[in-house]
């Protein structure tokens, strides 16, 4: 099985900050790498597929980077309405999350 | 506006079978994408269960294979979910999606809680 790993689990940021995620996978899993938004109570929100590519009515603060087995996820500036947890997932075997990062107020 | 709900009982006994269905709105199952049950529970975080083609064609997580059916009807436009011998380790969030190919997710349904409790 290919095992996920987020770091950090939580990281405390303010509005307008650039924020990092980085996702690890346990081998190489190429670009296969997608990332999800999930706030409490909801489902989670498709970010971004193929490690960079941003899904449709994503906003362009979000950017995804990295292949083989190192990923990030950037907001380059933090807005209000993204402090969440986000969730990397791989689907070159089957398919395994990340743990996730909550993302809160500093 | 494609939408997905889940219905279904929201408790199950221990050794029973879970049973939930999707409705799908705003896309027919018939078209080209697959459709995907995936749960998450505190402890385990998300979990992706099973994938269905409207052709019949399936893919399970190995660790779920031997107690899941995953069924698509194309008349109704919805598909199920039937997981046998429950523990209360597979009390969770129970959601629904949309494949669009490769194994990711852009549309989800809400999800529904189910609980295995005697």
């Known amino acids: 099985d290919i095992q996920m790993t987020q770091s950090p689990s939580t990281l405390s940021a303010s509005v307008g900050d650039r924020v990092t995620i980085t996702c690890r996978a346990s081998q190489s899993i190429s670009s296969w790498l997608a990332w999800y938004q999930q706030k409490p109570g909801k489902a989670p929100k498709l970010l971004i597929y193929k490690a960079s590519t941003l899904e449709s009515g994503v906003p362009s603060r979000f950017s995804g980077s990295g292949s083989g087995t190192e990923f990030t996820l950037t907001i380059s500036s933090l807005q209000p309405d993204d402090f969440a947890t986000y969730y990397c997932q791989q689907y070159i075997n089957y398919v395994a999350f990340g743990q996730g990062t909550k993302v809160e107020i500093k | 506006q494609v939408q997905l709900q889940e219905s279904g009982p929201g408790l199950v006994k221990p050794s029973e079978t879970l049973s939930l269905t999707c409705t799908v709105s705003?896309?027919?199952?018939?078209?080209?994408?697959?459709w995907v049950w995936i749960r998450q529970t505190p402890g385990k975080g998300l979990e992706w269960i099973g994938t269905v083609h409207h052709s019949g064609r399936t893919n399970f997580s190995p660790s779920l294979k031997s107690r899941v059916t995953v069924a698509a009807d194309t008349a109704k436009n919805h598909f199920s979910l039937h997981l046998t011998s429950v523990t209360d380790a597979d009390t969770a969030v129970y959601y629904c999606?949309?494949?669009?190919?490769?194994?990711?997710?852009?549309?989800w349904g809400q999800g529904t809680l189910v609980t295995v409790s005697p």
């Open positions: 999606a949309r494949c669009p190919g490769q194994l990711v997710f852009d549309f």
């Open positions: 705003g896309s027919s199952i018939s078209s080209g994408y697959y």
